[in-house]
């Protein structure tokens, strides 16, 4: 490290006294000789050159007391000066006492930045009185440290005995402290204690008060209900009396559906076969006429049934048959059935044949499917009607397609419900009165059967019922 520039050095070298400049270093190997004057050199017997760059410890010898070097360090640490006497030994080997006054140089931020230290040499005084003096002067200090090694060994035994004492009477005062704390703590779970079960009692006393007020308010609401009970009995006696009178008027109903189903139904019938055999009969130029007189036989046939399944429905008097069932065959009555009334109207009708077996209600399905077709014609003014089947896994899947005007998304729904029609706002009876869907609906629903309509407008729709497959039923009884 290269000393910064000092402006007294000049003083310095004309002083009398030993001058040596260290860095602010104290950590070992410790400071390091910046510069010394020429007392230095006079002192110790070692030039400028040889001394800057190392440490002052090489001044030191057997003699240099290291307690007094501690000393040093301790006191610069401080930030203090310290001023001591030690031995050091010269260039040339001989021990020399000086005394040292070592000042801390701080800079502009407060910081030490060098240590000046001053040495003087002292004159050691060896003449017989002064050793005879010092000899008497080291045996007084002998017998003092021996008088003083005395006394601490008694104040040694005495503060041991003393701290025996007093460490008993402290595990004595620890013991009854701790004694006493359990006696508070005791005495402060007895007051917590008491406290709860006093808050208890008043919880208690209060909640006995809102007991009794609420046992009041039960009773009172007891009683409005017993009231309010009585009252609901004869209301129900009044309904039941009202449901036996509605039932029984149903069963009378029911009667007079059966006695009108077959004495209409025999007619209708007739009038059926009687348009069939005039059918084949007439030439070209009545068939016009002749396909109005269909048209008309099946909506007085369409609106029989209707009304009459309904009423059945309402009644609850339609109870399932289900049992297997080819399906090809009832495709091929209905295709029979409804071929002259297509043809009539010019509309292409063709029914795909079918191998498939279903479990159903024979007459139920049949009138389903009839639903279906006959809406079908009423709807379609010009192309076709296709009725098909599709098997989806363990169902078949029968469609009814056709060339119609198609139904909006919005109206897909609605058209499901009874006596609506979506282009017979006026509810003109010649279109029938809207319960042919509502029926498929709520007579696939009793079978089990879902429904479904896929439609395109102005291109047509398609509604499907889905049957289960009688292979299904005899795989589950084989497993």
């Not at 006079?42 to 440490?55: F, M, N, Q, V």
């Amino acid at each position: 490290m290269k000393a910064k520039p000092l402006v007294v050095q000049p003083l310095w070298d004309h002083m009398d006294h030993a001058v040596i400049v260290t860095d602010s270093r104290l950590d070992a190997p410790g400071p390091t000789i910046l510069y010394v004057n020429r007392a230095f050199t006079t002192l110790t017997g070692y030039r400028a050159d040889e001394a800057i760059g190392r440490s002052p410890r090489f001044l030191q010898c057997r003699r240099t007391d290291p307690a007094v070097v501690a000393t040093i360090r301790h006191d610069l640490q401080q930030g203090g000066a310290a001023r001591i006497s030690l031995v050091n030994r010269r260039k040339d080997g001989s021990d020399y006492l000086c005394s040292l006054v070592i000042t801390p140089l701080v800079g502009v931020r407060g910081e030490t930045e060098h240590f000046i230290c001053v040495a003087e040499a002292l004159k050691e005084d060896r003449t017989p009185d002064a050793l005879a003096r010092l000899s008497a002067e080291l045996e007084q200090a002998q017998t003092l440290i021996e008088d003083l090694e005395r006394r601490q060994s008694d104040a040694d035994e005495l503060i041991d005995r003393q701290t025996r004492e007093l460490a008993i009477v402290t595990e004595r005062y620890h013991h009854s402290l701790a004694q006493l704390d359990a006696i508070q703590e005791r005495l402060a779970i007895r007051e917590t204690a008491l406290e709860r079960r006093g808050r208890d009692f008043e919880r208690s006393d209060y909640e006995l008060h809102a007991s009794l007020e609420e046992l009041r308010a039960m009773d009172e609401e007891l009683r409005a209900t017993l009231d309010q009970m009585e009252e609901a009995n004869i209301q129900l006696a009044r309904t039941n009396e009202e449901l036996r009178r509605l039932q029984a008027a149903d069963a009378d109903k029911l009667q007079l559906l059966a006695s009108a189903s077959h004495d209409l139904r025999q007619p209708v019938m007739s009038m059926g076969l009687f348009l069939d055999v005039l059918r084949n009969r007439l030439g070209e130029a009545e068939r016009p006429i002749m396909g109005g007189l269909l048209a008309a036989h099946l909506s007085i046939r369409t609106l029989l049934e209707g009304m009459l399944d309904t009423a059945r429905l309402d009644a609850g008097a339609i109870e399932p048959s289900i049992e297997p069932l080819p399906i090809s065959l009832m495709l091929e009555i209905i295709h029979s059935e409804f071929l002259p009334q297509a043809e009539m109207r010019g509309l292409r009708f063709r029914a795909v044949p079918s191998t498939a077996m279903v479990v159903s209600d024979p007459q139920l399905l049949e009138r389903i499917l009839r639903n279906l077709i006959a809406n079908a014609l009423k709807y379609t003014m010009s192309g076709k009607i296709l009725m098909g089947c599709r098997r989806c896994g363990d169902c078949l899947r029968i469609e009814v397609w056709d060339t119609g005007p198609g139904i909006p998304e919005h109206s897909q729904q609605a058209i499901f419900e009874e006596f609506r029609q979506l282009d017979n706002p006026s509810q003109d009876q010649k279109r029938g009165v809207g319960l042919g869907l509502a029926i498929v609906s709520r007579l696939a629903g009793r079978l089990g059967h879902a429904v479904t309509l896929r439609s395109w407008p102005e291109r047509g729709s398609v509604f499907s019922v889905t049957v289960p497959l009688a292979e299904r039923k005899r795989r589950k009884r084989h497993r």
